[in-house]
């Protein structure tokens, strides 16, 4: 072991050549050399203009120490043919560039960037280990607490719920094709005891996992996916797959051999079922729905056959947090005792499903009842619409929403959130997962980070020290205004 005059240490190698250690890697040119294992290699891409920002890399050295490696994209063709994932190199001459700040995959606060005299090559004869891998994990807390601040990228493990919308009971069946033309897919996971997590898998990372899951003899239960964003959709906690994410099952690296002995030893944390978040659309009578009420949304097709007369058949609401408002000495007041608000108030039939079945806004149909019945005062109530009863006979596939009120109440009605038409093939995604635009490039951050390496002095133009990453987010999830 040798001793620069800056104090950083540099290793010997068998042709006396100087090795120095991740650790000890700073901002600059050095003309000195890098020996360290492959991990991973991606494309980096801008998402919009789908062009090819360079090429880049995870390395780990003799010592554990991880960092990220980036080739600009004229140098890729020099040292792609020789690049293998698993496979021990070394580096003499890169260029020390500053990490990005946003979507980092390693904790060093430099990137090894190739220049134009870098020169790697395979190691054959290996004097000594090299880690196969390392890992980041995050618990749920920690992702919580990390969520829309576009930071480092973590890996998560645990095991999985739900499958596309399938439970692991019988092997779900995975359809390629139509995973590959929709781009993504959803896997609800749970991590040791802690909540259930919406993981979602874009581009390669769906792909990888629907030919992992198919392949396998058994049911994977165990699932391990690195570098993930966190996002939050509808107010629920998500996780999205990058570029840089890769996926592991059961047995295929230390860290999920270690998750599968722990959770065969907490046989009750694997059968756990929190109906709270994990959701799914099933297909149901209405005896069903009210023999098992366990699912927070599900659909059903029934026909209408009568329409309740002498019922309330709308409320009015406040404009501010929808929940029933009441007359008071000079306006309509709030309810809801956080709210308080007064306003002029607006009328809601079943939310939009209202809209959806009868063509017009409870609204509307309250507000034409009284134009033709001007003499009315405010307390009367108003008849049931021509409108409603004449979807008396018609037969919808009605979404509905079962909650606690379900539960502990006596009441044996049920909320309507959404009409699908008869034909529509069944969702199998839960939530607002239904809502993203698979179509969208910028979706969920689907894997292709805006990384640009700013041009610098002399020969190292794609290594300087700054670069940076932005990413559009995806379209906020409509929810109902109100139900009743």
Not at 109 to 132: C, D, K, Q, R, Y
Not at 470 to 476: A, F, G, I, V
Request: contains cysteine; glycine residues 6%.
């Amino acid at each position: 072991m040798a001793m620069k005059r800056n104090g950083k240490s540099l290793a010997s190698s068998g042709s006396d050549e100087e090795v120095m250690f991740f650790k000890d890697v700073s901002l600059g040119p050095h003309e000195t050399q890098l020996r360290f294992r492959l991990i991973h290699f991606w494309e980096a891409r801008n998402p919009v203009k789908k062009t090819l920002i360079g090429l880049e890399m995870l390395l780990i050295d003799e010592q554990g120490t991880v960092i990220q490696g980036f080739i600009p994209p004229g140098r890729i063709k020099k040292y792609l043919p020789d690049m293998k994932r698993g496979s021990v190199y070394k580096l003499i001459n890169f260029y020390g560039s500053k990490n990005k700040p946003v979507y980092r995959v390693a904790d060093h606060v430099a990137t090894v960037s190739f220049t134009w005299n870098s020169e790697m090559s395979v190691l054959h004869e290996i004097p000594i280990s090299f880690g196969e891998d390392r890992f980041r994990f995050h618990s749920y807390e920690d992702f919580e607490a990390n969520c829309d601040l576009k930071g480092d990228l973590y890996d998560v493990v645990g095991h999985m719920k739900l499958v596309d919308g399938q439970t692991l009971l019988a092997r779900p069946s995975l359809d390629d094709v139509k995973i590959a033309t929709a781009r993504h897919i959803m896997i609800h996971v749970q991590s040791h005891d802690g909540p259930v997590m919406k993981l979602y898998l874009w581009d390669q990372a769906a792909a990888d996992f629907c030919k992992k899951f198919n392949s396998s003899k058994s049911i994977p239960t165990v699932l391990l996916v690195t570098t993930v964003n966190t996002k939050r959709l509808g107010g629920t906690l998500a996780l999205a797959s990058m570029s840089s994410t890769r996926v592991f099952m059961d047995y295929d690296v230390q860290p999920t051999r270690d998750y599968f002995s722990w959770l065969s030893s907490n046989p009750e944390i694997a059968n756990q079922v929190i109906a709270d978040v994990i959701t799914k659309r099933e297909t149901l009578t209405i005896a069903d729905i009210f023999s098992y009420m366990t699912q927070e949304s599900a659909k059903c097709t029934a026909t209408i056959d009568d329409v309740v007369h002498g019922s309330s058949w709308y409320y009015i609401a406040c404009s501010e947090c929808h929940s029933k408002a009441t007359k008071g000495p000079s306006s309509l007041i709030c309810t809801n005792t956080k709210c308080e608000k007064t306003e002029q108030a607006f009328f809601v039939l079943l939310g939009d499903a209202g809209r959806e079945l009868t063509g017009r806004h409870a609204s509307e149909l309250v507000n034409s009842y009284f134009e033709v019945n001007k003499s009315e005062g405010a307390d009367h109530v108003v008849p049931v619409p021509e409108a409603l009863i004449s979807t008396i006979g018609q037969t919808h596939k009605f979404c509905v929403k079962v909650t606690d009120h379900n539960f502990s109440g006596n009441t044996r009605a049920i909320t309507v959130t959404k009409i699908l038409p008869l034909d529509t093939p069944p969702p199998t995604e839960a939530s607002v997962g239904n809502d993203i635009a698979t179509t969208s490039e910028e979706a969920l951050q689907s894997g292709n980070d805006v990384c640009e390496h700013p041009k610098s002095r002399g020969d190292s133009l794609d290594e300087e020290s700054k670069r940076t990453c932005t990413r559009t987010d995806p379209e906020t999830a409509k929810r109902p205004r109100c139900e009743n």
